[in-house]
Structure formats: C-alpha cells, structure tokens
C-alpha cells in the first residue's frame, strides 16, 4: 500500500521550533517531488514548501522563508520540514505530498494542489503561549 505518514507535530510556544517528517512506504521517494501544505478547518489547502525530485530547488512561501527549511534523505525515504521561530498564525494542519516526476523537470517544483498524486493524513501544529 502507498502511504505518506507526517510525524513531527505539537503544541509549541511562540518563537519555538518543531521538525515535521514525511515518511514514505510503499513506494521510494527517489522519482518524486514533494511538497509540504498546510489548510485551516473550513480554508483552503495552500502550499507551503517543496523540493524537486533532485533536490537541487526548493520553494517557500513568503510567510515562512527565512523560518522554514525543507530537505530530504533519499535513503531514509524521508522529507522534513524545518520550522524555526514559530508564530500563532502558522497554525494549521500540515501535510505531505508526492508528485511523480519525470527527468525534465527533476529540478523543479510547485506548490499547487492539483498535480499532487499522493497525500499524508496530516499532522496538527499548534503555536500557543
């Protein structure tokens, strides 16, 4: 069965730091790109970070750069997203995607829903004194 579990989520205080994790099983997070999103109950999903099939590039959105890192281990089958001094407005349920990706865009990467072909279950973050 093809699954992505993200790990890593909590209560965290303001300023805080937490390091989300996106395990693959089933299949090997080598031929894609992945992403990282996040949706508030009764909002849209919106893209947070993601990195290329190569890991060469990687993309923010403006309210996290400079606070966020994304990276990936191949041999662990593993994405992380790191999140430094945290804000109550990055709230939200986080998830992980997997988009299928072929030779000529290995170096890219989208923060879009659509083209996404799997998806975690998502994990809470919480930032609250």
């Known amino acids: 069965q093809l699954q992505l579990v993200e790990s890593g989520g909590g209560l965290v205080q303001p300023g805080g730091s937490l390091r989300l994790s996106c395990a693959a099983s089933g299949f090997t997070l080598d031929y894609y790109s992945i992403g990282w999103f996040r949706q508030a109950p009764g909002k849209e999903r919106e893209g947070v970070s993601c990195?290329?099939?190569?890991?060469?590039?990687?993309n923010y959105t403006d309210s996290v750069k400079g606070r966020f890192t994304i990276s990936r281990n191949n041999a662990k089958n593993t994405v992380y997203l790191q999140m430094n001094s945290l804000k109550p407005e990055d709230t939200f349920i986080y998830y992980c995607?997997?988009?299928?990706?072929?030779?000529?865009?290995?170096?890219?990467?989208?923060?879009?829903?659509?083209?996404?072909?799997?998806w975690g279950q998502g994990t809470q973050v919480t930032v609250s004194s």
């Open positions: 995607a997997a988009r299928r990706t072929f030779t000529p865009t290995q170096h890219m990467c989208i923060m879009t829903v659509g083209p996404y072909n799997y």
């Open positions: 990195i290329s099939k190569s890991g060469v590039s990687t």
